[in-house]
Every structure is written in structure tokens, then in C-alpha cells.
């Protein structure tokens, strides 16, 4: 049995992926666009470029994605990134909230050499762990 993770964006679902792989050091696998699909579809021409899925490889572990209209930002579940050390997690928090909003500053916790909570400019709730 295998988790992975399924995200939907409001239309940046490319740029949210770039982004993760850029800053991230995930790895893109898949992305099909809805005027790729081979079958029909009913969507309206302005949607023909939005991604209909996508796979990404990032920290050992799958995130899939597309975009769906009106999606909204994840509110009560979180990505978690799970750091070596204090630098990464340090590195990752300098760049991953710009846009988006902090809702716990990264700090030492009695469980955690440094612990963040954020959501990034796509919509997306992440965790930030560096163990003790």
C-alpha cells in the first residue's frame, strides 16, 4: 500500500509545480494539459491549457496535481517537508512563504530544532520539520 498526495490548484497548477521544482528540488514526471487529453472533453477554451494531471517526484513522495475551477487553498491538511538540518528548513522558509501567508514563524519547539506552518502563494498549506 502506497499514500500519495493529490493537489488541486485554481489554474496555476504548472507554476505552483515549477516553483516546488525549482525551490524544492522536486522533479516533474507527468503533465498533461486538457487539450492533450485524447479523449473528448467538454472544457471551455479558456480551460485548454490547464494541466489535467500532473505527477511530481519531491522528497520521496508523490504529488499529483491539476488545476480545477474554483478550487480553493487546502485549509486543515498541510504538505510536510521533513528537513535534515536546521539550514535546509531555514533555506526552504526563506523562500517558500513569499506571497502566501505564515501562520506559525519558524522556531526551536520542545519537538523540533525548527517547525514552520505557512501556506505559499498557490494556496498550499506546508509544514516545515526539522527534528531534534
Given at each position: 500500500?502506497?499514500?500519495?498526495?493529490?493537489?488541486?490548484?485554481?489554474?496555476?497548477?504548472?507554476q505552483?509545480?515549477?516553483f516546488y521544482?525549482?525551490?524544492?528540488?522536486?522533479?516533474?514526471?507527468?503533465?498533461?494539459?486538457?487539450?492533450?487529453?485524447?479523449?473528448?472533453?467538454?472544457?471551455?477554451?479558456?480551460w485548454?491549457?490547464?494541466?489535467?494531471?500532473?505527477?511530481?517526484?519531491?522528497?520521496?513522495?508523490?504529488?499529483?496535481?491539476?488545476?480545477?475551477?474554483?478550487?480553493?487553498?487546502?485549509?486543515s491538511?498541510?504538505?510536510?517537508?521533513?528537513?535534515?538540518?536546521?539550514?535546509?528548513?531555514?533555506?526552504?522558509?526563506?523562500?517558500?512563504?513569499?506571497?502566501?501567508?505564515?501562520?506559525?514563524?519558524?522556531?526551536?519547539?520542545?519537538?523540533?530544532?525548527?517547525?514552520?506552518?505557512?501556506?505559499?502563494?498557490?494556496?498550499?498549506?506546508?509544514m516545515?520539520?526539522?527534528?531534534?
Amino acid at each position: 500500500m502506497k499514500l500519495d498526495m493529490y493537489v488541486n490548484y485554481p489554474g496555476n497548477c504548472r507554476q505552483a509545480l515549477e516553483f516546488y521544482e525549482q525551490h524544492l528540488g522536486g522533479k516533474i514526471t507527468s503533465m498533461m494539459t486538457h487539450k492533450e487529453n485524447p479523449g473528448t472533453s467538454n472544457v471551455p477554451d479558456d480551460w485548454q491549457n490547464a494541466v489535467l494531471n500532473a505527477t511530481m517526484e519531491i522528497g520521496g513522495a508523490v504529488l499529483m496535481a491539476a488545476d480545477i475551477p474554483h478550487a480553493e487553498p487546502m485549509r486543515s491538511a498541510y504538505l510536510t517537508l521533513t528537513l535534515d538540518t536546521a539550514e535546509e528548513a531555514e533555506k526552504i522558509y526563506a523562500i517558500l512563504p513569499e506571497g502566501g501567508q505564515i501562520f506559525m514563524k519558524m522556531e526551536e519547539t520542545f519537538f523540533a530544532k525548527r517547525f514552520a506552518m505557512l501556506r505559499d502563494k498557490f494556496g498550499i498549506s506546508w509544514m516545515l520539520l526539522c527534528y531534534k
